[in-house]
């Protein structure tokens, strides 16, 4: 059996590990010259520079596809984990930093913000629960399989519903929870982990501190491009090929089954396959490579997730206050949220993810320098004016970065690059550069997103963070997974 894969994404090297552990002759056109989609890398005046993801968590998930292929994980890929999760500056000169210890975070919280610890301790305990009632149905089994609802994990769902928070919103539940505002606002910041606003979406995401509180948060020793370099490197041994630079035109169908892929500028132009698997943006993989089949108007046409404008800075000084992964809060939340989903501009205080791999990886910086990973909550691409937008919001960020640092930080930057949603949009195909597909802002969001299969095509399916089960690496590789055991037992 041959499979051809579309895009070397995180989703679509995954799937091509485990389908070649699977005996299938498999097959990965990617049209960038380099693999990792959005988990890519680039270099630029002696730094080097993450592009996409810059947060491992669940590390298990990508240990099992060297297990399941019978290497040594060590052999291609090394990690450890981080002895802090992250370091939070308000403008009140607030500082917290957060060990990996969850025990000292509830005493630091307690110290710092004036949020009783037992209060952070109940938290991430009903974090962990929630997740492991929900991981098993939603994040590692279909939810377009009959089997699934009537699985005993549905069971056990079905039973503890109203302890999910599936009727009220994130930001309503850590509001009747937490004492202080400032324990509201840290919790509330991970519904940006899939593009989400908190004042909408359900408080089901509560789930996601536990990841990387109570599993922990990692770095990869040779930066988050090592993920996609290693799965690369252990599919190549495992005889996977890769044709890089090379874009495909069409997924041909013949009487409802698949036949295989046409190319664009190919000498060969039709290549045939049993079976075709689509890690590309599921709304371009229909509008552009199957545009004469039926296509699924309702879910294509779903509002979009969040997006980002990323700042990538060589800066001239190092900032011992910083830590690897760094979040300056704006003063107003929701206000921020309104700019974003409902005005789809920037606000003029936004808050500023900051990520700094050279404090663990010093080759990323030139000796005294930091390389500087800026990234603020964007609208999707709905032809806004981008560049005044990004003019506006690099001058906030700017003032902002330097009145929290007192130092001048425009003096600082010795190079620069900018990566927005229509940048995004154009490198990855991700659909108007939403980075998590469709918005999770509502409470039916997990059963808005396509399947990992094709109702109307045989043999097609699809990987990746804009299909089930949800965008970030963890459940790209989950989607691998997925569709790696459905074709298992086709």
């Given amino acids: 059996m041959t499979v051809g894969i579309i895009g070397a994404g995180i989703g679509g090297i995954a799937t091509a ?20 989609g959005k988990l890519s890398s680039f270099e630029q005046a002696g ?29 291609y890929f090394e990690y450890f984990r981080l002895p802090e999760v992250c370091r939070y500056f308000w403008e009140d000169n607030t500082r917290l930093t957060v060990p990996a210890d969850t025990r000292l975070f509830a005493q630091e919280a307690e110290k710092q913000l004036g949020e009783p610890a037992e209060k952070i301790i109940r938290i ?15 994040l590692e089994d279909s939810l377009h399989k009959f089997s699934t609802w009537v699985s005993k994990k549905a069971l056990r769902g079905y039973i503890n ?21 400032k324990a509201v606002q840290l919790f509330n910041r991970y519904a940006t982990y899939n593009g989400s606003d908190p004042y909408q979406t359900p408080a089901t995401m509560n789930i996601i501190p536990h990841l990387e509180y109570n599993v922990g948060a990692f770095f990869p020793k040779n930066g988050m491009y090592g993920i996609t370099q290693s799965l690369v490197k252990l599919a190549e041994d495992l005889g996977v090929k890769f044709h890089f630079n090379t874009r495909v035109k ?21 290549l045939p396959f049993d079976v075709v698997v689509s890690n590309m943006d599921i709304s371009p993989t229909y509008r552009k490579l199957l545009p004469t089949e039926k296509h699924p108007e309702k879910l294509l046409r779903q509002p979009k997730s969040g997006s980002g404008l990323i700042f990538y800075w060589g800066i001239g000084k190092e900032f011992p206050e910083l830590g690897l992964h760094n979040i300056f809060f704006s003063d107003n939340y929701k206000v921020e949220f309104e700019h974003q989903f409902q005005k789809k501009n920037i606000y003029h205080d936004p808050t500023i993810y900051l990520n700094i791999t050279s404090k663990y990886k010093k080759d990323d ?45 425009a003096a600082l930057i010795e190079t620069e690059a900018i990566l927005d949603p229509r940048s ?53 590789l989950s989607s691998a997974r997925i569709v790696g055991e459905m074709l298992a037992e086709a």
Avoid at 60 to 72: A, I, N, P, R
Avoid at 265 to 270: G, M, P
């Fill in 17 to 36: 590990i485990r389908l070649k552990n699977k005996g299938y002759d498999v097959d990965v056109f990617e049209a960038n010259a380099y693999a990792g």
């Fill in 47 to 75: 730094y080097r520079f993450d592009a996409g993801p810059s947060l491992f968590t669940m590390p298990h998930l990508v240990e099992e596809l060297f297990t399941m292929s019978g290497k040594k994980v060590i052999d």
């Fill in 124 to 138: 991430l305990q009903d974090s962990a629960f929630k997740y492991e009632i929900l991981s098993g149905l939603f």
């Fill in 161 to 181: 519903l109203p302890k999910l928070g599936i009727f009220d919103t994130m930001n309503a539940a850590n509001e009747r929870f937490f004492s202080t505002a």
């Fill in 250 to 270: 069409e997924i041909c169908v013949a009487d409802k089954k698949i036949k295989g892929i046409r190319l664009e500028n190919a000498e060969k132009d039709f």
């Fill in 365 to 409: 910086a030139p000796a005294g320098c930091e390389n500087w990973f800026i990234l603020l909550n964007a609208p999707a691409n709905e032809g806004q004016d981008w560049d005044t937008i990004i003019n506006e919001a690099r001058q906030n960020v700017i003032q902002k970065l330097s009145r929290n640092l007192q130092t001048d930080i």
């Fill in 424 to 476: 995004i949009e154009l490198k990855t195909s991700s659909a108007q550069g939403a980075l998590y597909g469709n918005s999770s802002n509502n409470k039916f969001a997990a059963f808005l997103r396509h399947a990992n299969f094709s109702s109307r095509i045989k043999n097609l399916y699809f990987v990746g963070g804009s299909v089930h089960p949800g965008g970030g690496i963890p459940l790209a």
